[in-house]
């Protein structure tokens, strides 16, 4: 890639993203808006006792009387402004209630990203350099249990393994309720709390990327320009670094960049089972609630992550890749 | 002391293999400033010797017994780490394929420091480098450097993987097929490279090839392999001029020869006419500009009944793209293809279907061409049922058109993959005879096989075009060939026929700057093959 084109291949790239934010906005407030029931009578059936006129009240108060392109209307016009609007259950605005949880959210996120990446890229190495010995099996099976295993089950499993028998990490939520730890004491808290969830969220990607590090290296190995290197005198360690790593890393980035979209919107389970007070909790507890401005909110949020995040791999890409033109 | 011995080299296949031994008793030698050609088909196992000098075999292809030799040094007791820097320091290697031998993500010049570095000359590698490449004679070397491959064409990357093998001046040089996969012009100035830099620095030079004419090209001495043993060897002038094994003189026979003085076919009426045909490839999107490609300019020429036109040029001229506009592959954007009188361009598919038949295309890669999951009598009757004729008389036709193009009748039950490729290519010109074609288009039709196959199938498709009176348009980048099997012959360059005429003619006077550099480049010009005894 040549640096002169970047401004104008990121100028694009950008206009191209805020049309494809847009078209999701509008999507997600129909798509929300076709599901049965809305807040007022949610709200109304938690307060006990409603009737029709108190109902009609709530309505009024929301806006929910207004017809459905008024309501986008107005929507569209808040979201413009980077208003999400506020959230009568919680009695907060959206915008406040979801930085207030985005942080916990990627701090799982990236952990579970992080571990994944490395774990696998390094296990799918080893493996590809020792392909056929027992330790290429035994990754190999490795990955493929990972890979069929259910995510919430494998969450269950190290919750009862660790937490409940062996009493080493706790179970759920982000730090000790109570302890009030100052410093570096509250890190490792915090890390400790983090372990499983992390361990959880990353296992399936952990195996995703080493089955194709395996393979791609097991491709890369046999190209021509790995025997140019051997030719020319390279050491073995230096030719799986420089020539064939590197090589296979592309494949293995393409799919980094589809995780790392899916990360933010894939960890409600994860939360949920963890009791990790993420954005996953939030949207599903906005669901249950039919808190529309939430939901709304929490999706708009993780559609500009995955927008984001697309834009960034494509970049990195054309980095790591010279062939790759931007444009 | 030689610079390479080799003494009674086997090496073995792994089990099942068609054969025990891909080498077998490989006897050499090689001293400094010294060119010696090892010349064979295709897995006559001249690439396993070559690895085996270099310690390059694969783990299935062990050196079961033999000696190899380095300046005195012996290479098969080495430990593998000691092997390893002799390998670029002391013996280097340059590959066939220059499109993937370097690494696509690394800069030509850090490849290029690579070598340098790893056996601990990387001081001054930045300048070092850019001596090399100026030395490959590679234009602006601070640019090149800084490049990536993709930027470059074939024959500046294998300059590139020339200086590469070049910075710690080998005693020895191993070129495997260095120039096959380039165009002839290149393969000219590669050649070149190579002989002077060898004569300059006293390098031996172990180079591999298929090619009779390169031999003749470069070669001092001469080694052919058949069925991995050295039948023959001796110098180059011996070998190439009065050949004693009789698989040399097959395999010397076989080579095209120039253009034969030919009588020209007795006027006859017009089959094809093609007349401003144009056609450009363009790419790009809403958002970028467009970028187009010229692929074919204003080409005018015509076929008469039962003549052969050959059209040659390099990669990238358009030759290619001329056959696919005629049979509708690619659609041009301008001009006429009056095929029988007819304008066969504005043609709707539905229109175009009474001329499919009178058009038949044989393709160049004969393992690509068939659908490895039908069985070949099914490929071959396939156009005719599709056209109409009922199924047994379809089944009937392939038989016999099995046997004209000299195969075993068994074969309409067998699939593609149990087929050599001079096999195939002969299934893919029975493919093409079923449909009863006026026309018949052939695009690089022998340009995957083997010298003495093609021979064969050269011999086939002038037989068949004399029994049926087939009008010919052959596509191909090999003058010699041209020469052998064409009536008249129209060079290609750039999208434009800059020439044409009788093939005699334009071999022996030709007019366009390009054309005289186009035959000035085929190797081996100087030497005339000996007629077969």
Redesign the interface.
Known sequence: MEAGKLPGFLA?RLL?AVAVVLAIVICNFFLVHAAPGDPASVMAGQSGAADAVFMEQLRRQFGLDQPLHVQLWIYLKSVLTLDLGFSHRQQMGVAALIMERLPATLLLTGAAFAFAVVGGVTLGALAAQRVGSWADSFITILALTFYATPLFWVGLMLVLVFSVWLEWLPSFGMSSVGAGYEGWAHVWDVAQHLLLPALTLGLFYLAVYARLTRATMLEVQD???V?????????EG?ITR??VL??AMLPVITFAGIQAGQLVGGSILVETVFAWPGIGRLAFEALLARDYAVLLGVFFCTSVIVVLFNLATDLLYAI????VEV? | MSLLRVENLTVALPPGADRAHAVEGISLTLEAGEILCVVGESGSGKSITANAVMGLLPKGLPVKSGALELLGQDLRGLASEELRKLRGDRMAMIFQEPMTALNPLMRVGDQIAEALQVHGAGGNAAARVQELLAAVNLPDPAAIAKSHPFRLSGGQRQRVMIAMALALEPALLIADEPTTALDVTTQMQILRLIREIQSRRGTGVLFITHDFGVVAEIADRVAVMQHGRIVEQGNAAQVLNAPEHPYTKALIAAVPKGAAERDLPPPAPELLRVLGLRKTYSRGGWFSGRVSVPAIQDADFSLARGETLGVVGESGSGKSTLARCIVKLVVPEAGEIRFDGTDLRPLSRAGWKPYRSRVQMIFQDPYASLNPRRLVGEAIAEGPITHGLPRAEALDRARELLALVQLDPSAMARYPHEFSGGQRQRIGIARALAMRPELLIADEPVSALDVSVQAQVLALLADIRKKFGLTMLFITHDLRVAAQICDRVAVMSRGAIVEMGPTSEVFANPRHAYTQALLASIPGRGWTAPAAA
């Open positions: 694009r191209k190209q021509d320009f025997k140019t290197a051997r030719a020319k005198g390279v050491p230096r420089a020539h590197r090589n790591i890749d010279p062939r444009g």
